[in-house]
């Protein structure tokens, strides 16, 4: 007998018909002879109304009672869904955070897991029933109902897979698998049938949006395998695993991209000790992210022109720092670009293939796409190139590298 | 410094307006130098809404997942509540049923509240805070969510005002009070300014909706005074309080109807011991309930007529009962009529002055109203009248009882 846990996302759960149809996969796991734990999301768009009901009341709502707000979604889904199995005429019932409980840290909106008591639901579980856990949500220290943030119902699904030490941990959502790329930009994108943990962050992050990033971390920590799957068909979906159980056949896995980015260089910067900090400092303070981050010498050594990217929605505010610095950074000229983008390969694959990098930029020559800026990690390159050159660049690394 | 209980019922928080503007009637009753408990309902509709996604899941859903379902309505409505509330600058703290707790009964979608534990609320307020507590639900022995039933809000407060020992119960309504009749047929209604629990009971389960039957019932058992008010209106309401707080200067303090009745005659049947216990035994069994009864004898002795009135909605099945017992009964007729209606006077007032039944008979009949049944309490005389005669028959007796 194994154990499961199945978790099911808000469109998986968004309408009557399709929390019925969900109840069924649940009867058909359990009749298989397996101990279920379901966690389940709000029903689609129900977490963005309450919320739009918050910053109507106020543009500062009380971040405690924001969870207490929030957490009803959940809570309604998970009745529903238990009445569901119910009346198939299977033994069920839900829990919310508080009542298992899951307890959590003090930091409303945004709290982390640190403890899950399993003794009621394991025997529940053990005794035939099947036990459904309102995701998203848990108690902190003060009693009060915490939330873990966007998407944290991944996070309930992996941390309840670690405490019931369960044998698998399914991940039910609207799409069939993770992508080698984004199938609206290239009809070629194919289902990856096994992701490294590391691999999936980088294609989560770059926007796969299947499965949270910091819940793909979560389960790396702990080492838990994921199934990503499709609640509307019985085919496998993708593993997410350690990178030692795969058998690397293919150098990259996935071609990701981002349309969110700016550039700003700055030309003419004195090049001492230091400005870069300076430049950088006020920034970061501002909570804004550099991404990439280029310098350049002049031939004289006396003055350097520093390109760095930044999200889009930042770009002004950006702009905004620098120039109110002018007198001490002491620049020649400011410029900035916000119609670019980002593409990257992704594939644990390549750290023991060299040429990968190579192969890479001589394949964008190719199609006559030039390269604005680099960033490498030891599964990843990045490069930023022209906005409206972002599909081409993507159809064409994702074939250079076999994927199609 | 006084303890309040302030209640706001589904239409006082049906928008986010609504809920502002509570918000600025409590930060009012705060700044009077009150302490301040609020118990509110969930906004206008939401509980029918998730009632229906039940419905839409099982005929016959869950008792227990329904609690968890409906009590949603609330712990939305309360976070929100609480966040106008510190919005406004003010220090605030929403509580659902399980965190006080409010103990209840295993009784699922209609609990019993059994004991509050008011340490942690008492503390708060004490110490300048206002709390807010999620009307209609509790926690049950075994740690799960309870409902209290339709109404149950009204319930909620008024067993807060006696376990914290407050000084006032104001239920907050969208009518200014409990009136002396229906206004839509007779714009001659006028609010009550003090009404006794007995009264108010009979005005209650006869139509006037204001506050449900079982919180009256509860806070006339513990002597509770409650405050029946607009929450869209600055001017007193109706005070519901023990008849001996009240000076009776009037004899009838309203009329009330109901339109729901229908009246069964079964014509011949043989006068014998236990006759009635045959033909009311199958009905009570069925959960149909008999209002009023009129037996009348034959000359010679041996043949009855027995008529009776129950709700209309259940006429069909009670005729169809009372059929298949047709041999055991052995009647010459079975006769019904659906169009009828129940007027009523009410007045602690009639125990003192005689003549009042049949001031009211000769009201009628000056309106050329035939009367078909009667029944009587110590506080109550009921007519059964046919249907299309209500709105005279309320109007006359409002006048000749003097309360125009």
Known sequence: MKRLVLKFGGTS?????KIKKVANIIKKKFSEGNEIIVIVSAMAGATDLLKKKSNLISNNFDNKELDVLLSSGEQVSCSLLSGAIIDLGLKARSW???????????????????KIKIDEVSNFISNGGIAVIAGFQGISTESRIT??????????????AKFFQTDSCEIYTDVEGVLTTDPSINEKAKKIDKISYEEMLEMASLGAKV????AVQASMIDNIPIHVRSTFSEKAGTKIISDSEIDYNKVVTGVAYSKNNAKVSIVGVVDKPGVAADIFEPIGKNNINIDMVI??????????????TIKRE???KTLGLIEKNKQKLNYNKLIHDDKLAKVSIIGAGMQANSGVTHKMFRSLADEKINILAISTS??????????????????????????N
Do not use: C
């Open 13 to 17: 759960v968004g309408t009557i018909e």
């Open 96 to 114: 919310l955070g508080w009542q298992i409980p899951i307890i959590t840290n003090d930091n409303y909106t945004s709290s982390q897991i640190m």
């Open 147 to 160: 939330t873990l943030g966007r998407g944290g119902s991944d996070l309930s699904a992996v941390a309840v």
């Open 211 to 214: 499965m949270q990033p910091n």
């Open 295 to 308: 310098q350049n010498t002049s031939l004289d050594g006396k003055k350097a022109n520093i390109t760095f």
């Open 314 to 316: 930042d770009l002004k």
């Open 378 to 403: 030891e599964i990843k390159i990045s490069v930023l190139i022209r906005e409206n050159l972002t599909q081409r660049a993507v159809k064409t690394l994702h074939k250079t590298f076999k994927l």
